[in-house]
């Protein structure tokens, strides 16, 4: 058995690195990783330090920015635009009716459509949002939960017709029920239910689509409804194991699936806390896809994740400060040792934000990546005292939760997080913290600068932010009543017929059947319709 | 309708789709722990639950805790939908709602409007003070 940094040095020789120049900016020389021969190394199991040995020597994180708003048309122009000014990934932002799977000209989309994201109704709109640029070169994720199966199947549909097939595609499906019930609440079915449409995604892709990242386990979305960091840590690694059990369940190999789940984890403002929040998820990561699930490739054992700054963080006043906490932020993410990043701009407090406020965030993640040097040495900050404390302590922390949920759970992490959903326990312990928080910052023990101090200059005008008109709503439901005028409608009834029919055998994968219909421009709230008269509808009860 | 500021009744709640339910869930708290009874009928409701709600419960003050933009389409159709009851709660808004839109709110029937980084003293003020001038 080799030591750890000659484990490390293997699999570094075995990596290609970027030709470039690994030194200070004074000239002094870098190692790629710095350590004791018998310490922790990245790529070498249980990737505290980093899921690969070269990290950013390889390649630097994917700079995606998430975009949409508007129809189809509009956000197509800043995917492009993205693309232009270097952006490497697209990231898909859809509107409320579409997450929520409601059709644009639902009477509830009123006031919605293409407000936060973008309108998706029909294949035709996932057409114009992809037109003119190769899915097959570059890789899209897209948030969606509920009905993250049919906008799928629709992404599918559309590469296909556009010449490029499902196994070349490259991508994340959010697909992450669990934390929607917990934190996000964006959710249209059942639990149990929305569970079946996580299994055939992921059963689906194994599969057909090897490029493809089934579930981006999020706990951002958590951690932004008010949770604290080990909190974030705790449910989302917990939410990961679930899906975990799920598709063992259905029958899949372990090291069939879990190479392709990703995680997707919150940059708050508190620097070094992120750092080791990433470096124990990590950690622990490893250690139960090892020894609780029998991983037995590297790959189902290396946790991947991508960061989005806080956009809870982020101040009304003073907008312009923002950019200074995004950039700590994104800090963290990359010191964390992120796989991809999304920066949030200045004027989010306020709305969507504007090209000009997207690009210097975008510009914001170059001069980590491209100017500071912090790329060249993985894990900077390991055998930090300090660092190295703080991650064994979100990992207690984190382990103390799991245990409740395993306890929740009779054994099963996958029952533990449904119960705790059934419970409220999840969500009563977020709006728990949430509050907590509040109150110390109510009571002075937090500093928002510009908020609560230091509050000259808040009386300037407020910045221009985007404005999106309801003509965009009108423009999005007539172009629905277009497509439904010139679409065959025996077709699109023929294949919501199947889709009912499959929805009541569980076994039946219900992919197959929701690519067809998309191929029959049935719409997304056609389809989630069909399915809930299935599968029935979620109301959370409401608590304070 | 009650002006007794101890002992004030406020529904908050969620209109249209947004999920986001952490500021109103701590509003909720924070009024509650000043002394206001608070009443929460959850998400995805629309004007006209709401404001059905408002009138069953006799309310002092509707509060709308809106982070998805729809806030110009959707808050004066809650206040619109209140006065179509011959009543006249007083609506306040809370969340992501740029100045530029404040005027038109205003002039929309809305009583007060709450940006981000509202505090609670702020808040609490503003419902009081909501609840006073309905009571005019």
């Known amino acids: 058995m080799t030591n750890p940094r000659e484990q490390w040095q293997k699999a570094f020789d075995a990596s290609k690195v970027r030709d470039e120049q690994y030194q200070t900016m004074s000239g002094i020389p870098l190692e790629p990783v710095y350590g004791p021969e018998d310490g922790d190394f990245p790529g070498v199991y249980p990737y505290t330090r980093g899921p690969y040995a070269s990290m950013y020597r390889s390649k630097l994180w994917t700079m995606r920015m998430f975009a949409g708003f508007g129809t189809a048309i509009d956000t197509n122009q800043r995917f492009k635009e993205i693309l232009k000014s270097g952006g490497d990934g697209l990231s898909t932002a859809f509107d409320m009716p579409t997450l929520l799977g409601l059709d644009s000209d639902d009477p509830m989309s009123l006031g919605e459509v293409g407000r936060c994201g973008v309108a998706i109704d029909t294949l035709a709109d996932m057409s114009d949002l992809f037109s003119d640029i190769d899915l097959g070169s570059i890789t899209t994720s897209m948030t969606i939960n509920s009905p993250a199966a049919v906008l799928l199947a629709m992404f599918v549909a559309q590469a296909e017709n556009a010449g490029v097939p499902r196994a070349k595609l490259g991508g994340t499906l959010q697909n992450d029920i669990l934390k929607e019930y917990q934190a996000q609440k964006e959710f249209v079915f059942p639990p149990r239910q929305s569970m079946r449409l996580v299994r055939d995604t992921v059963a689906f892709t194994a599969a057909e689509m090897p490029r493809w990242n089934s579930i981006s386990i999020s706990g951002y979305h958590i951690r932004e409804a008010g949770s604290t960091a080990a909190e974030e840590l705790a449910f989302t690694l917990a939410n990961g194991f679930a899906y975990v059990e799920l598709a063992r369940q259905a029958g899949l190999p372990v090291d069939a699936f879990a190479p392709r789940l990703s995680f997707f984890f919150n940059a708050h403002i508190d620097f070094f806390e992120e750092i080791a929040k990433y470096r124990a998820a990590r950690r622990i990561w490893a250690r139960w896809m090892k020894e609780r699930y029998g991983a037995t490739t590297e790959r189902s054992m290396q946790l991947r994740f991508h960061t989005q700054t806080a956009g809870v963080s982020l101040t009304a006043q003073q907008p312009e400060v923002n950019i200074v906490r995004t950039a700590i932020e994104a800090l963290a993410g990359v010191l964390g040792g992120t796989q991809s990043l999304h920066t949030n701009s200045m004027d989010e407090a306020l709305a969507l934000p504007t090209e000009r406020s997207a690009r210097i965030a975008l510009r914001t993640q170059q001069v980590i990546g491209y100017e500071t040097n912090v790329t060249h040495v993985a894990d900077p900050l390991g055998g930090s005292y300090f660092v190295e404390a703080l991650t064994d302590e979100m990992e207690s922390r984190a382990e103390e939760i799991f245990a409740k949920i395993d306890e929740m759970g009779h054994g099963s992490m996958l029952e533990g997080c449904i119960v705790g959903i059934d419970e409220n326990w999840f969500q009563g312990r977020i709006a728990d913290s949430a509050y907590d928080l509040e109150r110390a910052f109510n009571r002075g023990e937090r500093t928002i600068v510009g908020v609560s101090k230091f509050l000259e200059g808040n009386e300037e005008d407020q910045m221009d932010t985007l404005k999106i008109t309801n003509a965009d709503e009108k423009k999005q439901r007539e172009r629905l009543s277009s497509v439904k005028q010139d679409r065959n409608e025996a077709a699109v009834q023929d294949a919501l017929d199947r889709l009912a029919k499959d929805a009541v055998d569980t076994e039946v994968n219900l992919m197959p059947a929701l690519i067809d219909a998309s191929n029959a421009y049935a719409t997304v709230g056609e389809m989630m319709n069909t399915m809930a008269g299935v599968f029935g509808r979620h109301v959370e009860v409401p608590t304070i | ?136």
């Open chain 2, 1 to 136: 309708m009650n002006t007794d500021n101890t002992s004030l009744r406020v529904l908050v709640a969620k209109v249209g789709l947004d999920g986001h339910d952490r500021g109103v869930k701590v509003v909720a708290r924070l009024l509650r722990d000043a002394g206001i009874e608070v009443i929460y009928t959850g998400l995805f409701q629309t004007p006209e639950t709401v404001a059905a709600a408002a009138v069953d419960e006799d309310v002092d003050v509707v509060g709308l805790s809106m982070l998805s933009g729809a806030h110009m389409t959707l808050a004066p159709l809650v206040v619109a939908a209140i006065r179509a009851r011959g009543v006249d709660i007083p609506v306040v808004i809370g969340g992501i709602v740029p100045n530029s839109d404040v005027a038109e709110l205003k002039a929309a029937g809305i009583a007060e409007i709450l940006g981000p980084g509202a505090p609670a003293d702020e808040v609490v003020a503003a419902v009081r003070r909501a609840a006073a001038n309905a009571a005019v």
